[in-house]
């Protein structure tokens, strides 16, 4: 049964013993394995959003919810990322800087596909954006190594691929314009 104070707990102690994402993904991984208690313990996704459960100079723990078919640009966390899949699923590109020119563009460099159950490390230099390709909301723990919220980052320019700072505002505004499309429906 998932126990989120237990969760917190051990994430915490995994960062701990190594403050790289393997310990932690252990914890992310065994947590989604078992889907339908993490739905249960921190209810079914009624809205598009992210809820902090966790926050400190070392460790963020968020419940992530994507909207239907929502999509977010391309962005840097500028740390280690673990991601569980409680319910439904997150498509992801990874991107790379290209080197010619001014080094602020990018270009497509992979994808995986994380569904139901799937856990996922993202290592402190990738780039990607995420997308929910399903026409219902997806739920997803995401652990970041570090304050997810204080951290100086970037993101990409979904049509030109030209770096620009991350604006936090603009992604809250994805989440709540994902929303008002729910509502309509």
Same mark, same amino acid.
């Given at each position: 049964? #998932?126990? /989120?104070? $237990? #969760?917190?707990?051990? *994430? %915490?102690?995994a960062i !701990?013993?190594?403050?790289? +994402?393997?310990?932690? %993904?252990?914890?992310?991984? %065994?947590?989604?394995?078992? +889907? !339908?208690?993490?739905?249960?313990?921190? =209810?079914?996704p009624t809205k598009a959003g992210l809820v902090p459960l966790y926050r400190s100079a070392d460790l963020t723990i968020l419940n992530l919810s994507w909207g239907p078919l929502m999509t977010l640009q391309p962005h840097d966390h500028r740390m280690w990322? *673990?991601? =569980?899949?409680? =319910?439904? $699923?997150e498509d992801n590109i990874f991107w790379r800087r290209i080197a010619e020119g001014d080094g602020h563009h990018i270009e497509a460099a992979g994808a995986k596909a994380l569904s139901t159950g799937d856990c996922a490390v993202l290592g402190k230099d990738i780039i990607h954006s995420v997308t929910n390709p399903i026409p219902r909301l997806t739920g997803a723990i995401h652990v970041y190594g570090g304050d997810f919220f204080a951290a100086h980052r970037s993101e990409w320019d979904p049509e030109t691929l030209e770096e620009g700072p991350y604006d936090s505002a603009k992604v809250m505004q994805r989440f709540?314009?994902?929303?008002?499309? /729910?509502?309509?429906r």
């Amino acid at each position: 049964m #998932f126990d /989120l104070d $237990r #969760f917190i707990a051990d *994430c %915490r102690e995994a960062i !701990a013993q190594d403050s790289s +994402h393997k310990s932690v %993904r252990e914890v992310v991984a %065994r947590a989604v394995a078992d +889907h !339908a208690s993490v739905i249960k313990a921190l =209810g079914e996704p009624t809205k598009a959003g992210l809820v902090p459960l966790y926050r400190s100079a070392d460790l963020t723990i968020l419940n992530l919810s994507w909207g239907p078919l929502m999509t977010l640009q391309p962005h840097d966390h500028r740390m280690w990322a *673990c991601i =569980g899949i409680y =319910g439904g $699923r997150e498509d992801n590109i990874f991107w790379r800087r290209i080197a010619e020119g001014d080094g602020h563009h990018i270009e497509a460099a992979g994808a995986k596909a994380l569904s139901t159950g799937d856990c996922a490390v993202l290592g402190k230099d990738i780039i990607h954006s995420v997308t929910n390709p399903i026409p219902r909301l997806t739920g997803a723990i995401h652990v970041y190594g570090g304050d997810f919220f204080a951290a100086h980052r970037s993101e990409w320019d979904p049509e030109t691929l030209e770096e620009g700072p991350y604006d936090s505002a603009k992604v809250m505004q994805r989440f709540e314009d994902s929303n008002a499309m /729910l509502a309509r429906r």
